[in-house]
């Protein structure tokens, strides 16, 4: 599948900004992270930004994004269509919440920190289910594709937190949650590539003709002599050479030296912490965004097997 | 709504059986519903860049040709290949904005151009790729079965079939209700043991498939037909006949 730089900008900038939504409204009750209000009111803006930056990032992909609004109509069958209600329903109390933070009403900046939570876990289980949905793409059915958007969402969230907690000298709290979500992260991404590498294709050549009653099936002249949409959007292809490297690329830069940042971190404090929390928070950020270009470009779609082993 | 419609037991599911036996790929089904599509209700199917290297453009069908089975019994097989009209199609169940439907009258499977945004979201969950972006006006367009033409009332009545059955010389082509068993397609699917496509994906296809006829087993080479002694006149050669077979 191509990798179109608008979907994975989209998910992996919206993934990081409800994951430290999601932490903020959780660990701030908690007194986990400073209770002070700029404190909060910064991580929520940046939360914000980067959610509705992925937004607009996204509706750059569409044919007609100036009807973007009719997508959020179909939710009784849609996972995009619940992914758009979701997140503009998400709007609501992260919205609110800046008044409420700024107003210094603890009660109700918990209560809405908590549903803003709730709404940016919902909207990110709503992105995974829009690819493992998606019963032509077999490394999208994978069951990991759910936890993991959950996962790497909670993972980079609670990187960024880590990095404004520390820059106020407490950000214990978000850097162990961080590495340990980063850890989860790097065990789940390897197991998810094994099993993509050894699950058998849904369907064959043969079963996609009919014709295996014959015998092999291989295929004769083309239908078409340039490229079309479907072989640019559904054929993407990338040597196998560099998919092992990019998932070397994406584990060491994305999970291992986040963590080992991190837990130099932990102990330092002081403007040190604050530089590593801060690195670790874009490596973490840079690191996703080639998990998510691999994502699209190792996965495959059965409408290829019509074409040469070439497109596949 | 892209919830699917209720199936009414006896609804009609109307589609088309592909005859793999007799399509000699000659491409003039696609090119007839270029033509036509280019003209009709989602018209235009555009071409990019038409002129020049990298010319490419919206089809509907796309023919494709393969070799099946080895030596022999290896077969040359030309594969028409279109929208299935599928009775699971989650082309359009993934579709957030409603613009892709399934009516509930006939199966056939649409999408409204005037409310889709283009996000390409069905043309990943279609297994078949029956479904073309058309990047000049933004909106997703696939095979219609010619609904301009089946119920069009101002042509004449033969001639209310989708383009491509319409035009195919090799009568490859069948169109009808797949949902009445005693239609002619369906007893056409049931005596040469037409099938689903990719059955396995779960979609029900009603479009189907005839597979090619087996290939006439070829018996003994036939053998000249030797002439028996009493039919040779000449004596002389009656008695080297007689010789030569001692
Ligand atoms: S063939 Fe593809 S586009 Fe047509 S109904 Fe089936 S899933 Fe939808
Ligand atoms: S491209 Fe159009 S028809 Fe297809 S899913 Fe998106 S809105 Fe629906």
Redesign the interface.
Same mark, same amino acid.
């Given at each position: 599948?191509r990798p179109a730089p608008s979907i994975v900008v989209f998910t992996t900038l919206s993934g990081a900004g409800y994951g430290l939504l999601f932490w903020l409204g959780l660990l701030r009750p908690l007194g986990l992270v400073p209770g002070d209000a700029p404190f909060a009111v910064a991580a929520l803006l940046l939360a914000l930004a980067l959610v509705t930056a992925g937004l607009l990032s996204s509706l750059a992909?569409?044919?007609? !994004?100036g009807? *973007?609004w009719? *997508? $959020?109509?179909?939710w009784?069958?849609?996972? $995009?269509?619940r992914e758009?209600v979701a997140a503009v329903a998400t709007y609501v109390p992260a919205g609110l919440l800046l008044p409420a933070l700024l107003l210094g009403w603890q009660g109700a900046a918990a209560a809405l920190g908590l549903l803003a939570a709730a709404g940016a876990a919902a909207t990110v289980y709503c992105t995974g289910m #829009?690819y493992a949905? $998606?019963?032509? +793409?077999r490394e999208w059915r994978h069951p990991l594709v759910v936890p993991g958007y959950l996962l790497l969402a909670a993972f980079s969230g609670a990187a960024l937190l880590a990095m404004l907690g520390a820059f106020r000298g407490d950000g214990a709290a978000p850097m162990a949650l961080a590495i340990l979500a980063g850890a989860a992260g790097f065990a789940l991404k390897r197991a998810y590539w094994r099993g993509i590498d050894a699950a058998p294709p %849904? *369907?064959t !050549?043969e079963?996609? &003709?009919?014709?295996? +009653? #014959?015998? &092999? +099936?291989?295929?004769?002249?083309?239908?078409?002599t340039? &490229?079309? =949409?479907?072989l640019r959007?559904?054929g993407f292809r990338i040597a196998r050479r560099h998919a092992a490297r990019l998932r070397r690329v994406a584990l060491a830069a994305g999970f291992a030296a986040p963590i080992a940042l991190l837990l130099l971190a932990l102990p330092a404090g002081g403007a040190a912490a604050a530089a590593l929390a801060t690195l670790a928070a874009a490596l973490a950020l840079l690191g996703l965004l080639v998990e998510r270009w691999l994502m699209f470009a190792e996965a495959t779609? &059965? %409408?290829t097997l =019509?074409y040469p082993p070439s497109a596949r | 709504m892209t919830s699917l419609p209720d199936p009414a037991p006896g609804a009609k599911k109307l589609g088309l059986v592909i005859d793999l036996d007799t399509c000699v790929g000659c491409h003039a089904c696609a090119v007839n519903c270029k033509e036509w599509n280019t003209s009709g209700h989602l018209a235009p199917l555009p071409d990019f860049n038409p002129y020049a290297a990298g010319a490419e453009g919206v089809w509907f069908n796309r023919v494709h040709a393969y070799e099946a089975g080895e030596g022999e019994a290896g077969r040359t097989v030309h594969f028409p290949r279109s929208c299935l009209h599928c009775e699971q199609p989650a082309c359009v169940t993934v579709c957030p904005t409603g613009a892709s439907y399934k009516r509930a009258e006939d199966g056939i499977v649409l999408v409204n151009p005037e409310t889709c945004i283009g996000c390409g979201l069905c043309a990943w969950a279609c297994p078949y790729g029956a479904r073309e972006l058309d990047e000049d006006a933004g909106v997703m367009k696939k095979c219609t079965l010619c609904i301009d033409r089946i119920y069009n009332e101002t042509i004449p009545e033969a001639q209310r079939q989708p383009a491509c059955v319409l035009t195919c010389p090799a009568r490859a082509r069948h169109f009808g209700d797949l949902g009445d068993p005693e239609s002619a397609v369906s007893r056409l699917v049931r005596e040469r043991g037409g099938y689903d496509l990719m059955p396995e994906m779960g979609y029900r296809p009603v479009n189907k498939y005839l597979p090619p006829r087996r290939r006439a087993v070829a018996g003994a080479p036939p053998q000249e037909a030797a002439p028996r002694a009493e039919e040779i006149a000449n004596p002389l050669l009656r008695w080297v006949d007689r010789v030569l077979s001692r």
């Open positions: 599948m992909h569409l044919g007609h !994004p009807r *973007a009719r *997508a $959020l109509s179909q009784r069958s849609s996972w $995009l269509s758009g #829009i949905s $998606l019963k032509p +793409v %849904v *369907a !050549p079963s996609a &003709t009919g014709l295996g +009653v #014959i015998g &092999t +099936v291989r295929t004769l002249d083309p239908p078409h340039e &490229t079309n =949409y479907l959007e559904m779609h &059965t %409408v =019509y | -």
